[in-house]
């Protein structure tokens, strides 16, 4: 789809996969006026595929575009382009266990110009692949590195939203964190830099004590971390599972000191990629301490399990949860 001031956005079309023709000097290139979305469908049988909450990304979309000034494209837009292209290509997705259809939605600044002002055109796109690999049993849990040298977020700026620049100024972060051995970036809040905020595309939950007082807590979403769609669904299942459930702030020396002396046993990490992924280990620049037993603990296994379930429709979704198409 197209925006132009003219006309507004156009409906959305199917258009077969190939290279887009740009401008040298497309707004969206030099300075990165885009913004976008990552959902995942599942397959439901032979001929049809269901996609995880479509609605609450077409809205996240939406608040991603106004904090960009991007035109807010209906979120009516995405539904219809989801239907289209899950219509016509969800039979690529292989019917078997494990297996996904991540489907990209992106906004993207498409004007000719270099001016300091925001673009008077516009494109949406929507591409989807397949992807898998997140359903084993036994999660593998991930190490983390607490990054100390940079900010993923301001206060003001972007960071709870899904903007294209949030993403390439982490790289080197995270070239910090596999050289020191780690998977993933544990970002500190930016003004003080001892509240845990999320991982690079993942939220974070811990788990303190364990059996019927078991507390499940999030950091509370307060403008410098990503909402993730993920997040607050475990946060419904969570609650239906009479867990208690808390978005409370936790600092590194929290985590750290819990870690050791047992109030914390469990931390997951949460996003549509990774679905539920065990941390079992954290380092903090010369020390490190891992979580309960470095592996998957009872309450990130029962979470994953409700919530694949879901996904793979061998548990009842929540109302409005699930948009089923079927395959042409
Ligand atoms: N935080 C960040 C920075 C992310 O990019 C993502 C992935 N969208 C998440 C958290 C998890 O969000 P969701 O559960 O909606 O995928």
Redesign the pocket.
């Known amino acids: 789809a197209e925006w132009t001031e003219r006309d507004g956005w156009s409906p959305p079309r199917l258009k077969p996969f190939g290279d887009l023709s740009m401008s040298p000097a497309m707004v969206g290139l030099h300075y990165g006026q885009v913004v976008f979305?990552?959902l995942k469908a599942y397959r439901r049988g032979t001929d049809a595929v269901a996609c995880f909450r479509p609605a609450d990304?077409a809205a996240?979309l939406s608040r991603s575009a106004h904090r960009l000034a991007i035109p807010a494209l209906p979120e009516d837009s995405l539904l219809t382009a989801v239907d289209l292209l899950l219509q016509a290509d969800g039979g690529c997705l292989p019917d078997r266990p494990g297996l996904s259809l991540y489907l990209r939605p992106v906004l993207y600044a498409n004007e000719a110009n270099l001016a300091l002002r925001p673009a008077r055109r516009y494109a949406f796109l929507l591409i989807a692949f397949v992807t898998g690999g997140f359903f084993s049993d036994r999660p593998d849990p991930v190490s983390v590195w607490v990054g100390r040298d940079y900010t993923?977020a301001a206060p003001g700026g972007t960071g709870s939203v899904?903007f294209a620049g949030?993403?390439s100024p982490s790289y080197a972060a995270q070239e910090q964190a596999r050289a020191a051995g780690c998977d993933q970036v544990v970002w500190l809040d930016p003004v003080e830099r001892q509240w845990v905020e999320?991982?690079?595309?993942?939220?974070l939950f811990f788990v303190r004590g364990s059996g019927r007082s078991a507390q499940l807590i999030t950091p509370p979403a307060t403008g410098t971390?990503?909402p993730?769609?993920?997040?607050d669904s475990l946060l419904h299942l969570a609650a239906g599972h009479g867990l208690a459930v808390r978005e409370e702030p936790l600092s590194i020396g929290q985590w750290k000191a819990e870690c050791l002396d047992g109030t914390i046993n469990e931390t997951f990490a949460?996003?549509?990629?990774a679905v539920v992924t065990p941390v079992g280990t954290v380092r903090d620049g010369a020390e490190s301490w891992q979580v309960g037993t470095g592996l998957a603990g009872p309450v990130t296994l029962a979470l994953r399990d409700a919530l694949v379930g879901i996904h793979t429709g061998r548990a009842p979704a929540p109302e409005g949860w699930l948009r089923t198409v079927g395959l042409r």
């Not at 999320?198 to 939220?203: A, C, F, I, P, R």
């Not at 993730?228 to 997040?231: A, D, E, L, P, Y």
């Open positions: 979305e990552g990304h996240r993923r899904k949030n993403y999320e991982l690079g595309g993942m939220n971390l990503l993730g769609i993920t997040r949460s996003g549509t990629a």
